[in-house]
Every structure is written in C-alpha cells, then in structure tokens.
C-alpha cells in the first residue's frame, strides 16, 4: 500500500522552527520526486520546495519557492524513505496545510498534476 504521511506540523511564533518529515511507504521513493505543496485559507495550492531523485545530477536537483528561499532547507534521507522540510525564520503568512507529494516523472516541479502520491496534509501555525 502506497503511503505518504506527513508529521511536524504545530503552532509556532514569529521566527520560530518547524521540520517536516515526509515518510514514504509502498513504492521505490528513491526514484521519485518529492516534495512539498501547501494551501492557506481562501488561497490556491503553492509549490514550496521539492527535490529530484538521487539518481540525477546535482543540476536542478532542488527547488524552493522564492517566498521561501533562505529560509526552508528540503533533505531526504533515502535509507529512511524520509524528505524532510527545515522551515527556519517562519512567518504568519508560512500558515497553511502543507502536503507532501511523491511523482515518477515530473518535468514541473511546480504542477500538482503531474504528482502520482499525496500525503493527507499536516498543519503550520504561525501566530504570536
């Protein structure tokens, strides 16, 4: 059974830390790209970070949204099957459901569609 389940989420303040786990389950994720989407209230879906599978070259292999960019640092550690996302410096408009999304052959990293395995979603609060 193909699983992805997202873990880490929480409320936190102004410039605080949260780290993400994505754990995969039930396919070869080391050949897949993961990553993360997420949604805030009344807003579409947004591509935040994703990395390619180990077996490509170092070019291209990592994304970031630019309103992230400095900020999270997306990792995965293959012999776990888990991508993490290290959200450092959290903002209140970082407040959103973020989901974790696995995909064989993606050519945008940024198009929902082209994803093959969604997790069910963790919450970020940023609030004082």
């Known amino acids: 059974q193909v699983q992805l389940v997202e873990s880490g989420g929480g409320l936190v303040q102004p410039g605080g830390s949260l780290r993400l786990s994505c754990a995969a389950s039930?396919?070869?994720?080391?050949?897949?790209?993961i990553g993360w989407f997420r949604q805030a209230p009344g807003k579409v879906l947004e591509g935040v970070s994703f990395m390619r599978s180990s077996n490509r070259s170092s070019d291209g292999r990592i994304y970031y949204a630019d309103a992230v960019k400095g900020r999270f640092t997306i990792s995965r550690d293959n012999a776990k099957n888990t991508v993490y996302l290290q959200m450092n410096s959290l903002k209140p408009e970082d407040t959103a459901v973020y989901y974790c999304a696995a995909g064989r052959v993606i050519v945008v990293l940024t198009s929902r569609g082209e994803y093959d395995y969604w997790g069910q979603g963790t919450q970020v609060t940023v609030s004082s």
């Open positions: 039930g396919f070869a994720s080391d050949y897949y790209t």
